[in-house]
């Protein structure tokens, strides 16, 4: 079945430093990738997401490709900041009947130092 | 602009007393509803999921029930509730024949 695998946490860094946060992915067919954002004591929000092999999803300075060749979907940004620090899922979706379903990874806690 | 509103925010229950927890979505039209439990550390597990009024899909097996008595209205039930209960619980909606969902605040639920 279809599954997420992301690297697993807590990551701290010192503001300024560059991010990146693996994520692996098993799937049948062409799923569309999200990366999903959760501060703390708050639902989650979606940070940004491709929808095929190639597409680069960006906002806030973050950006991931969807590589279909390695079933990767890093989660990238150059420069973190202090309000950065949350926990990141890497999710995948397929449509399933007529409502989309969508598979979490376990999620990554991310600190960031002033 | 689509809005989400789950309550209560956080709930203090006790072990065999029942739960209703609501959801309701505002700006849009025949959603698709989703609930999700969130374990403490953990990812989050698809609990039940409605493609439309009355109609209820359930992912996992267990003591609890969903419910959608209005198109925008989605409600989370158990009769009894047991330790194992406790966590975070998110609500969704998203479109028909589209991949994103959007998340409402949460319900923290604590069952002691």
């Known amino acids: 079945g279809n599954s997420v695998t992301q690297m697993e946490g807590p990551v701290t860094l010192s503001e300024e430093a560059f991010l990146t946060i693996n994520c692996t992915y098993t799937?049948?067919?062409?799923?569309?990738l999200f990366w999903y954002v959760q501060y703390p004591g708050e639902g989650l929000q979606l940070l940004l997401k491709?929808?095929?092999?190639?597409d680069k999803g960006s906002n806030k300075g973050f950006e991931a490709t969807y590589r279909k060749e390695t079933t990767s979907f890093h989660l990238e940004k150059g420069s973190v900041q202090v309000s950065d620090s949350a926990v990141y899922f890497c999710?995948?979706?397929?449509?399933?009947?007529?409502?989309?379903?969508?598979?979490f990874g376990s999620g990554t806690r991310l600190s960031i130092r002033p | 602009s689509q809005t989400i509103h789950q309550w209560p925010a956080t709930l203090v229950q006790p072990v065999g007393s029942p739960l209703s927890l609501e959801c309701t979505v505002e700006?849009?039209?025949?959603?698709?509803l989703y609930w999700y439990r969130q374990a403490a550390g953990r990812g989050l597990q698809l609990l039940f999921y409605?493609?439309?009024?009355?109609?209820i899909s359930s992912e996992v097996p267990q003591n609890l029930s969903a419910s959608r008595p209005q198109d925008r209205q989605f409600i989370l039930s158990s009769k009894k509730l047991l330790l194992s209960d406790s966590g975070f619980y998110l609500c969704?909606?998203?479109?028909?024949?589209?991949?994103?969902?959007?998340f409402g605040p949460g319900t923290r639920l604590t069952v002691t």
């Open positions: 491709a929808t095929k092999a190639d």
């Open positions: 409605s493609v439309g009024i009355g109609q």
């Open positions: 799937a049948t067919g062409y799923p569309s």
């Open positions: 700006g849009t039209s025949n959603p698709n």
């Open positions: 999710a995948l979706s397929s449509q399933y009947s007529s409502a989309s379903k969508i598979i």
């Open positions: 969704a909606w998203g479109l028909a024949g589209t991949y994103e969902q959007y």
